[in-house]
């Protein structure tokens, strides 16, 4: 019986990592359903990148308030969670506070953790504050429907409770410490938790019960954090860092060739250099552009599943801004969900089946993607960059070679460029006649 607790607790931390785990599995499964691009060049440069970009957080301090309420909230919930270490193996080990052995290295560690969930505490009451109360317009934006709202919230009542947690568990420790209680060692700094001892009860049974309970909700709430991530925004917790690494390290502005594009030219100039230019082989020519998540690279997929949905995209877009339907951080989301959609579709069939959907039409509109105007401004603004142009992008050169469904207007410029070698209604010949005027 004596056991009992530490059995217990090792089943929840297999159960909770193993559900993790699995989760983590389908999003990776989901990602490589993406074609292949190389981005695994410039290693230096790409560690460079996420080491300031995700570890640094050097794009969100470009809004102070919350770059800094971030990166607070950041550092807390990772310093904060190396005590999370002693208490896995506190709950394996039947011991309390294991490391309490390093002397002051462990109360100045306990002390900084005390005033980080502290700042962590005030920080998150801010978020939530400039969520319900300031009501900042990109928080309520059209696609924050229920459930990214509701999202967005839960987070901030997980961080509140948990922080709380921590500081009430260290709270009753130091109590029964001066009493001199079994198996509460003295040990460690409480800057923080010594104003909240003064205010619970001074019995040992009760405080005891007070302790162990914040302790069990406390790694209990850590394992259903750690498995809501998998449903939330804030996978992005993770995602980050990769996302960063292998971001797209050209100018900004520089659009790729397709390769199926350019086997098309290839084919036409010289059948034989074409792959798949002998039909007897079964080949046939790649998809145009993008009309479905399976289109687009594995890249742009782990972008759809690290949108932050911040909404700082959105509201430095210019054709969000005149009213327009665009929202690059719905674009993110829509792909998400189809990703998802698909996912779940290969869960219940193990492959895909299909469903008659796809992204474009389904999920996006046409109207979405015309609307904007390839400035890069979304792409520039993502604190973690993400990069909702080039699915963008990839969606119109689709709708271009394979449904010649350009407007009216780039059809017309397309037609002068192909009849003129210009786009405007006139001979080459009389391209220079302004000057003469």
């Known amino acids: 019986m004596h056991y009992l607790p530490n059995i217990f607790f090792a089943v929840l931390l297999i159960i909770g990592i193993g559900f993790f785990v699995k989760n983590i599995k389908k999003i990776a499964r989901n990602i490589h359903l993406g074609k292949n691009e190389n ?9 460079k990148t996420m080491l300031l970009v995700a570890m640094g957080q050097s794009k969100m301090v470009t809004r102070p308030v919350a770059g800094i309420l971030h990166f607070i909230v950041y550092a807390g919930f990772i310093i904060i969670n190396i005590e999370v270490i002693e208490i896995i193996l506190d709950g394996l080990l039947g011991t309390h506070r294991l490391f309490a052995f390093a002397g002051s290295l462990y109360n100045f560690l306990i002390g900084s953790f005390e005033i980080l969930a502290f700042l962590v505490l005030i920080s998150v009451i801010i978020f939530w504050s400039r969520r319900m109360i300031l009501r900042i317009p990109r928080f309520w934006s059209a696609e924050m429907t229920q459930w990214p709202k509701n999202d967005a919230l ?8 948990l922080m709380s947690l921590f500081l ?7 109590n029964l410490q001066k009493m001199g209680m079994d ?5 460690g700094s409480f800057p923080i938790s010594q104003f909240l001892a003064t205010l619970l009860p001074q019995n040992a049974t009760t405080l005891i019960i007070l302790e162990r309970s914040a302790w069990w909700i406390h790694i209990f709430g850590i394992l259903v954090f750690l498995n809501y991530l998998y449903y939330s925004k804030h996978l992005h917790i ?3 860092f990769p ?5 797209n390290l050209n100018p900004k502005g520089q659009l790729n060739n397709l390769d199926s594009v350019t086997n098309e030219v290839r084919l036409m100039m010289d059948p034989n250099a074409n792959p798949y230019a002998t039909p007897a082989e079964g080949n046939v020519p790649e998809k145009f552009g993008v009309s479905d998540v399976t289109d687009l690279t594995w890249i742009q997929l782990m972008n759809a599943y690290t949108c932050t949905e911040c909404g700082r995209c959105t509201s430095m877009c210019p054709a969000n801004q005149t009213g327009k339907m665009l929202s690059p951080r719905a674009i993110m989301m829509k792909t998400r969900d189809r990703l998802e959609e698909v996912g779940r ?3 219940t069939n193990g492959s895909f089946v299909d469903d008659s959907k796809q992204l474009l039409h389904d999920y996006i509109t046409p109207e979405e993607l015309w609307a904007c105007t390839s400035c890069n401004a979304c792409v520039e603004a993502c604190p973690v960059l993400i990069d909702p142009l080039s699915i963008i992008i990839d969606m119109r ?3 271009v070679m394979e449904q010649s469904a350009a407007p009216a207007e780039l059809n017309a410029m397309m037609t002068n460029i192909e009849n003129n070698g210009a786009p405007w209604q006139y001979s080459q010949m009389d391209r220079l006649n302004w000057k003469d005027e």
């Open 183 to 187: 198996h509460y060692v003295q040990a």
């Open 168 to 174: 009430i568990m260290n709270a009753a420790d130091q």
């Open 345 to 347: 579709n290969i869960d």
């Open 397 to 399: 050169r689709y709708l």
């Open 238 to 240: 993770l995602l980050a």
């Open 243 to 247: 996302n960063t690494f292998y971001a």
């Open 154 to 161: 839960n987070i901030l009542y997980f961080e509140m409770v």
């Open 39 to 47: 981005r695994f060049d410039q290693k230096p440069e790409r560690w």
